[in-house]
Nanobody
Framework: QVQLVESGGGLVQAGGSLRLSCAASGSIFSINTLGWYRQAPGKQRELVAAITSAGSTNYADSVKGRFTISSDGAKNTVNLHTVYLQMNSLKPEDTAVYYC????????WGQGTLVTVSS
């Protein structure tokens, strides 16, 4: 099992930036993907961005060109242990609770961090 702790959420004006961090502990050797999901009020949780242990990344269309996911883990290893989400040019529609997610055969979730973008 993997434990995930997020940080970096907060209130920002539209057009601003925030950086989210997620630190993984526990069975980190088994992680093959770390990612960020978000859930806005009244909406389903959705994938924002993900990075694999091979360094491949995947983004939701709505954040491409604005958000960047990165990890402290080296490429071609399974040592993903910290993942970041740099969010630029934030929009009010980015307001949501952002959750860190780890995939290692099972899924583990962090407690979430709130991002609020004011217009």
């Amino acid at each position: 099992q993997v434990q995930l702790v997020e940080s970096g959420g907060g209130l920002v004006q539209a057009g601003g930036s925030l950086r989210l961090s997620c630190a993984a502990s526990g069975s980190i050797f088994s992680i093959n993907t770390l990612g960020w999901y978000r859930q806005a009020p009244g909406k389903q949780r959705e994938l924002v961005a993900a990075i694999t242990s091979a360094g491949s990344t995947n983004y939701a269309d709505s954040v491409k060109g604005r958000f960047t996911i990165s990890s402290d883990g080296a490429k071609n290893t399974v040592n993903l242990h910290t993942v970041y989400l740099q969010m630029n040019s934030l929009k009010p529609e980015d307001t949501a609770v952002y959750y860190c997610n780890a995939k290692s055969g099972i899924e583990d979730w962090g407690q979430g961090t709130l991002v609020t973008v004011s217009s």
